[in-house]
């Protein structure tokens, strides 16, 4: 279904007032039963992500860690069962694999003698079970587990639903028999920034002939699509020419602004909405 740029508001304002738990999610799908749940569930990552940047700083200073830290220190020794890491990100509005983080560095820079390096933190996350101490390997992993938009395991997922959509629309482009070349053959041949496929011969897509396609497993609002404009498209319409973008969980109407910067970059399926279909229809034809 095509989501209009005010649905797309109406959608995002309701998400002002809920935590991002799998509850509210539920909830959400409820009031806007007609929306799939990839394309809500990308609205709520989006959401909360922005809102998390907004308010990061915040989190970050010596006295709000050394804040945190003294109340989960206390909440574990009153019950270190209990999801305290978990409750006090979702107290203070801020995501838990985040919170979990800023604990973990607190804690080794208090019980080891040199600080821990990013990697080092990255794994102890991605495998709690490395963590020196049982409690806060405990904590951690429910806010791993717990965390629906930041965090390893949410990386995991995205990568992966990354993948599955990148292989359905290879399959696709093999049932039309067309010719293209794929990230991996093209790194192979030196390319360092790479389309997911690049049409050995281009096919027509109303009215505009097009060159690569990129796949994106994601809701395209206004904010992605500009980075995804300046980190990727741009560079690609330079050397390889005009473009179909298929997003497989929709895009809101864009801004004129957001329009023209996609005409001008050569990137159709866009003014519109990204919509896989639109790439189906002309595939098939």
């Known amino acids: 279904m095509i989501l209009t740029k005010a649905q797309y508001e109406e959608i995002a304002q309701c998400l002002v007032s809920v935590p991002p738990t799998r509850q509210s999610l539920r909830k959400l799908k ?46 574990v020794v009153k019950n270190g069962a209990a999801p305290v890491l978990l409750d006090l990100a979702n107290e203070v ?15 080794l820079q208090e019980h080891e003698e040199t600080a821990p390096s990013k990697s080092v933190i990255n794994s102890m996350l991605r ?33 992966a639903i990354g993948h599955e959509h990148e292989v359905l629309l290879r399959d696709l482009l093999l049932e039309k028999n067309l010719s293209f070349l794929d990230e991996d053959q093209l790194r192979a041949k030196g390319y360092d920034k790479t389309p997911d496929f690049i049409l050995q011969v281009p096919i027509a897509v109303e009215g505009h002939i097009i060159h690569w396609i990129e796949s994106k497993a994601s809701f395209g609002d206004e904010c992605s699509h500009h980075a995804y404009l300046h980190d990727q498209f741009w560079s690609y319409w330079n050397r390889d020419g ?27 399926g866009v003014r519109k909405h990204f919509l896989p279909g639109i790439l189906m229809k002309c595939v098939c034809k």
């Not at 709520?44 to 709000?64: G, N, P, V």
């Not at 495998?127 to 930041?150: E, F, H, K, R, T």
């Not at 005009?242 to 159709?268: D, E, F, K, V, Y």
Request: proline content about 5%; aromatic content about 10%.
């Open 93 to 107: 509005d801020y995501a838990p694999s985040l919170m979990a983080r800023l604990i973990l560095e607190r804690f």
């Open 30 to 75: 409820q009031r806007f039963p007609s929306q799939s749940q990839a394309t809500l569930l990308s609205i709520f990552s989006q959401e909360y992500q922005k809102h998390i940047k907004r308010t990061h700083a915040k989190h970050h200073t010596s006295e709000a860690i050394e804040s945190y830290y003294q109340r989960y220190l206390n909440g």
């Open 127 to 159: 495998d709690p079970s490395q963590i020196p101490d049982g409690v806060l390997a405990n904590q951690v992993y429910q806010c791993i587990v717990n965390d629906c938009c930041y965090g390893p395991l949410v990386d995991c997922i995205k990568h």
């Open 242 to 268: 005009i473009s179909q973008c298929c997003g497989w969980c929709g895009t809101p109407g864009l801004s004129n602004s957001s329009a023209s910067a996609s005409q001008s970059a050569g990137i159709t």
